[in-house]
DNA sequence: TGCCACCATAAGTATATCTTATTGACAGAC
DNA sequence: GTCTGTCAATAAGATATACTTATGGTGGCA
């Protein structure tokens, strides 16, 4: 038993002839009666009682036409699904992003993604870069937002934004009226940095490699905010993303500048399985990125 | 779209493991993958996330397998009723029988079909052969029980008994006494026969010639019934059927004689379409024919 | 009786669909 | 790091299926 079959049958059930039957669903008459037979002969009944110039339903037959049509109707409804369900940007999307980027980039984000794919709801993960990587692996986010570069097997990656590093001092600090600070005066200074489950602090370290020797003994903070809320009460001084430093976070007590060049920084990107089949969501994510205006930002175009 | 693909997903959704999927529907793992990757380009979407080690459903492929199940589902209904259909003393039959039979066999053979095919209703049309061969022809009715020969187009008969003719005369009359009548003794009495449209008048009249000429001005009965009255009330006197001679009819009143060789007659048998397609049906209707006990009727059998 | 309409059948062809064999990607072990 | 096993994708060829055109058979109708 085939679609096709339960097609022809509903076709000749409603024309009662064959040849006007065959002619609606595009084949020869011929083509049409094996084809009834051949599902006549696969039921073990007959469900057309042949006469000269027109063809009646039996008993049974008339029974089998109508399950047929439910049949197709059911099938029909697979094709509607997958029209609906081929809108990307229609079903839920879980997206992770790593801590350090969350707090500045998603309530700017949000709206802006929601704006774009009103039918799309986020699921949002905030975590280490280590764990987002495990979650998009097996399955339980679709898209993760980290730092670049990244590279592991089966997972695609798309830059989305540079971002300088600035030294955050309290107010009073010698530096405060600092315009430009060279990143191997920090070895001076104790530097606080969140621990080590962050990407952030290896890319800082990274870049500012005198860090690597005063930090040891150093606190370790758990947040850039719980870090920010301790440059604050004087406990110390420490490097953050431009994205963490824009106005609306505490410039009464505290002051970013800037570091010299070579300019310290990341690069943020979206990576998601190489399975993953709606790129019309990673395009969305982009232009909703791309369209925030956070300062220091660099977009990455393509 | 193919039931088959469907399947395939289904078996595919439910071992998430091509190899053992494809084992499930007994088909090699390429012939099942290659089919899934047909139904997702013919849909345009992904179906399954292949992984390493394993494969997941995406959120679009989660509704389009439940809906396949349910095509499935009602596709597997269509064998059901196929199965439950097949057996041909299961619905109504729609019986035609001539006027002449219908009276003196109908009372015994409703309770034999009745207890042979209890899930086949009957539908009984008593009339004449014309109006029985049309009903028969445009498929009203579904068997007919008619005299033979009976040639047709398209029509498939068979003979179920035969049944000599007797003469009735009313208690009292010359030939009250005689064991043996010579049809062509008929010729000088008044001869009540049914009116043209009954077969069975013609029947009469061919076997015995000599009626043609007495009965030209005869009175033309409706019913053999009518007529038995009629003999009964002294009108004149009448052949009729075995079947119609059992002791029940008023035996007290009329007489029914033999008559003799060579002893008209009249075979009966079922007719059919030769598209109708419940031979199990034919079957019962001759068993249930052959099991009656009428008095003076040779069954025929094959 | 001959024509027409209709479905069945026949024969050939194209197209799906399946098979076996192989490749490629990844995961886990050593 | 290389080796090995597992799993799905791909390739190539065989087979089955579904379609085509052409023809045959039956019954209705004038």
Redesign the pocket.
């Known amino acids: 038993m085939?679609l096709?079959?339960l097609q022809?049958i509903v076709a000749?059930a409603q024309e009662?002839?064959?040849?006007?039957?065959?002619e609606r669903v595009?084949?020869?008459?011929?083509?049409?009666?094996?084809?009834?037979?051949?599902l006549e002969e696969e039921l073990g009944l007959t469900i057309?009682d042949?006469?000269?110039?027109?063809?009646e339903l039996t008993a049974i037959g008339k029974q089998i036409v109508h399950q047929a049509q439910r049949v197709l109707e059911e099938a029909e409804q697979i094709k509607i699904l997958a029209t609906q369900g081929k809108d990307h940007l229609n079903g839920p999307l879980r997206l992770g992003v790593i801590a350090t980027v969350g707090p500045y980039i998603l309530p700017d984000l949000v709206p802006q993604l929601s704006a774009r794919a009103p039918k799309m709801p986020l699921e949002l993960e905030e975590n280490l870069t280590l764990n987002l990587t495990g979650m998009l692996?097996n399955g339980k986010l679709d898209v993760i937002m980290i730092a670049l570069p990244f590279d592991e097997?089966?997972i695609v990656t798309q830059a989305l934004y540079d971002e300088p590093f600035k030294v955050l001092v309290p107010t009073g600090h010698p530096w405060q009226k600092k315009k430009l600070i060279d990143s191997r005066q920090l070895g001076s200074e104790k530097v606080l940095l969140p621990h080590a489950g962050h990407c952030f602090r290896q890319q800082v370290l990274d870049a500012c490699p005198e860090l690597s020797r005063s930090d040891a003994e150093g606190w370790q903070g758990n947040s850039l905010e719980t870090i920010r809320q301790m440059v604050a009460s004087g406990l110390g001084i420490t490097v953050m993303p431009s994205s963490a430093l824009t106005p609306k976070y505490d410039s009464a007590r505290l002051v970013a500048i800037s570091l010299a060049k070579p300019v310290p920084g990341r690069r943020i990107g979206l990576a998601w399985r190489?399975g993953f089949t709606r790129p019309r969501v990673i395009d969305t994510i982009r232009d909703a990125v791309h369209a925030l205006k956070i300062p220091g930002l660099t977009m990455v175009t393509h």
Chains 1, 2 share one sequence.
């Not at 009662?16 to 065959?22: D, E, I, K, P, V």
């Not at 042949?50 to 063809?55: G, K, P």
């Open positions: 085939t096709t079959e022809y000749a009662r002839h064959f040849g006007r039957a065959a595009f084949v020869t008459q011929p083509a049409l009666s094996l084809a009834i037979k051949k057309f042949r006469r000269q110039n027109r063809i692996k097997p089966a190489r």
